[in-house]
C-alpha cells in the first residue's frame, strides 16, 4: 500500500475539510462532485484510513483526518510563505494583483476608479473577486482586500481609508409615513441573509425591533438594494451607495451603531512588491474611494 501523499492528496483533504462538503470543495476547485469524490476516496485508499465521516449535511473529519488536515494547513503555509517572499522581490509594476472586495464596493466605488488606474498602469491586471466572505490573505486567496472591518487581523497591513455611513433607505413608492422620525417597527424591512456574517446589522435590527417585520432577507448589500428599489420593503445601505440611487429616499440621519471603517489591507510579505505598491499607492490615496 502507498502511504505516501503528494501536495494535491493534502490539498483535496483540506478543501472538504475548510468547505465542510464535497459540492462546495468542488466549487471552490472548479471541478465536478463526482471528480472529488473520486478523489477523496483515492486518497484514503492510499493511507488505508477512513478521513471524513459522510453525514447528509455534510462531511465530518475523524481523527485521522485531523491529523491530515494540521499537517496540510502547515504544508500550505510554508508553501505560500515561500510565494509571497519570491514574488516580494519583482521589481516592475506588471502582473496581476488579486483584489478581494464586497459586491457594493465594487459596483460604487471600486469600477470607475480601475479605469483610472488602468490608464496608469496598464501592465497591471486586477483580478477582482467579490464576496462578503473575509478573504484569508495568508492562504494568498487574495493580495489585497479592500473591506469594512472594525478592526483587522493583526497579521495584515495597510491603512483606514474612512468611515462608511449607513443609513434607512425607502423607495418612493413605498408609504413609510414620516420620513425624519419614522417608527422602526411599523416597516417592511429588507434584511441580511443569515450567511452574510453582518454582525453589526443583524445586531441593530434586533435591538431596534425591526427583525420581525423583515420581509425579505438577502446574503449582500447589492442584493438588498435591488430589493429596496423593487418598493417592497426598507434597509440599512451605505451611504455611499444609496445616496447617488435618485430612486431611493433616505429616511432619518446616518444610524451610528452601523458606521465601520473601510481597510486597504495585504500581507507584509508583499506590500513591496512593486505592481502590490502600485496598487495600495493608487488606491490609499486619500479621497480616491471615500
Known amino acids: 500500500m502507498n502511504y505516501k501523499l503528494d501536495w494535491s492528496d493534502y490539498e483535496i483533504v483540506l478543501r472538504i475539510a475548510e468547505a465542510g462538503s464535497l459540492s462546495k470543495a468542488a466549487h471552490v476547485a472548479g471541478s465536478s ?8 476516496n483515492a486518497v484514503e485508499k492510499k493511507l488505508g484510513v477512513r478521513l471524513f465521516d459522510r453525514f447528509r449535511t455534510g462531511y465530518r473529519m475523524t481523527v485521522a483526518g485531523e491529523e491530515v488536515v494540521s499537517a496540510a494547513r502547515r504544508i500550505a503555509e510554508i508553501a505560500n510563505e515561500a510565494e509571497r517572499r519570491v514574488s516580494g522581490r ?6 496581476v494583483v488579486r483584489i478581494a472586495t464586497t459586491d457594493s464596493l465594487h459596483a460604487a466605488l471600486l469600477a470607475p476608479e480601475i479605469a483610472r488606474f488602468r490608464m496608469l498602469q496598464p501592465d497591471i491586471i486586477l483580478d477582482v473577486a467579490l464576496s462578503n466572505e473575509i478573504s484569508d490573505l495568508a492562504l494568498r486567496e487574495a493580495d489585497i482586500a479592500i473591506r469594512p472591518a472594525s478592526r483587522p487581523a493583526d497579521h495584515l497591513v495597510g491603512r483606514k481609508l474612512g468611515t462608511i455611513r449607513q443609513a434607512v433607505y425607502a423607495h418612493p413608492s413605498l408609504d413609510v409615513g414620516n420620513r425624519h422620525r419614522p417608527s422602526w417597527e411599523s416597516l417592511p424591512w429588507v434584511g441580511p441573509g443569515s450567511s ?3 454582525e453589526q446589522l443583524h445586531a441593530w435590527m434586533s435591538s431596534a425591533g425591526c427583525d420581525d417585520g423583515c420581509v425579505c432577507r438577502v446574503d449582500s448589500v447589492a442584493g438588498m438594494h435591488a430589493v429596496v428599489r423593487s418598493g417592497i420593503g426598507v434597509a440599512v445601505l451605505p451611504c455611499y451607495l444609496a445616496d447617488a440611487d435618485t430612486d431611493l429616499v433616505r429616511l432619518g440621519d446616518p444610524i451610528e451603531d452601523v458606521a465601520v471603517d473601510l481597510w486597504l489591507l495585504t500581507h507584509p510579505d508583499l506590500r513591496d512588491t512593486a505592481r502590490i505598491r502600485a496598487v495600495l499607492d493608487h488606491f490609499g490615496q486619500r479621497g480616491t474611494l471615500l
Open 90 to 95: 519583482d521589481l516592475r509594476p506588471s502582473g
Open 33 to 40: 462532485h463526482p471528480t472529488m469524490f473520486r478523489k477523496i
Open 196 to 198: 452574510m456574517g453582518y
